[in-house]
């Protein structure tokens, strides 16, 4: 037997779940997700990630297919029937399967969405080694759309950035639009320098990160200065660290831009700082 999934309503084994041909998440990428972290079987930052998912379904005029209430409880349900220890939630919400190809949005009163979750088992999650020896990036052009504050299943580009790194021989890329770093593929990016925490501000061009908003949180509480701005690869590669957050990666340095070395080359105190107490804080309201 393989991994439980869940899908509308069912609980049922991997091979076993369905959904249909027709369904707009399959058919027209018309669906938004959330990753949410889970170590020591407790789920870290749920109401982050709730609230995210209301705003990103009310964005695109979606119904919710839960309350906050009933998901958690599927959330729950999710670790205890897969014995999750450490690694993430998946959750996915398409508009649902109207039946037949069309790119009119089906009435919701006739359509109801598609949920489904599944779980990624990641033992030793909150030791990984990149947070240890530090991640290479590259730089590549933004193409996404301009609604990246919706975390939608749109993910060819960023999936076409990751390859254009992996052939570059690196970890990751962080995408630029006019001359300035919007994020990562996956995840919100960051630098550091004399002691500033320096990130784009938030808009319509880079997504909300949960994690962001609470390393900043902490951040702002142990006194580091933080700047919501801007900052283009050129700073980047002057800065004194760099890093990432995303709800699966935490807090991870990032060590080379472009080839050229961040600060030191190696893992910064700022970002090691950072993981630390975020994976404190967080433990302590996981759930
Ligand atoms: N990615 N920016 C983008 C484009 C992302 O896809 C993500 C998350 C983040 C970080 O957001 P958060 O801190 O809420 O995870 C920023 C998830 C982990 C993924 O797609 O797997």
């Known amino acids: ?26 058919l027209m990428a018309d669906g938004v997700y959330e990753v949410t972290s889970v170590l020591d079987g407790k789920i870290l930052d749920y109401p982050g990630h709730a609230a995210r998912l209301a705003r990103s379904l009310s964005e695109l005029d979606m119904t919710p297919p839960v309350s906050d209430d009933e998901l958690l409880a599927i959330f729950r349900e999710m670790v205890e029937r897969n014995k999750l220890v450490d690694g993430m939630i998946y959750l996915q919400v398409t508009r649902g399967n109207p039946g037949d190809r069309d790119f009119a949005f089906p009435d919701p009163e006739k ?10 088992s990641k033992p030793g999650l909150a030791d990984s080694p990149a947070a240890k020896s530090g991640l290479k990036v590259i730089s590549v052009p933004e193409m996404r759309w301009n609604r990246r504050d919706i975390k939608t299943t749109q993910l060819l ?11 570059a021989g690196v970890d990751d890329a962080w995408l630029v639009e ?18 500033a925490i320096i990130t784009r501000n938030l808009s319509n061009d880079i997504l909300h990160g949960i994690t962001r908003a609470a390393v900043l949180r902490f951040a702002r509480e142990a006194q580091m200065k933080v700047e919501e701005r801007s900052f283009s690869i050129d700073e980047a590669q002057a800065a004194d660290e760099a890093f990432i957050t995303s709800a699966s990666s935490f807090v991870t340095p990032v060590i080379e831009i472009d080839g050229t ?27």
């Open 1 to 26: 037997m393989g991994r439980i999934v869940y899908v509308n309503g069912d609980y049922v084994d991997e091979a076993e779940a369905r959904v249909s041909i027709f369904d707009r998440g399959f």
């Open 111 to 120: 359509v109801s969405p598609t949920l489904i979750l599944f779980t990624q």
């Open 157 to 167: 580009y960023p999936s076409m950035a990751k390859m254009m790194a992996k052939k």
């Open 178 to 195: 006019d001359g300035m770093v919007t994020e990562g593929t996956s995840n919100n990016a960051y630098i550091v320098k004399d002691g």
């Open 261 to 287: 070395a961040v600060g030191t080359g190696k893992p910064g105190p700022v970002a090691g700082r950072l993981r630390e107490i975020y994976l404190e804080e967080s433990r302590k309201t996981a759930i």
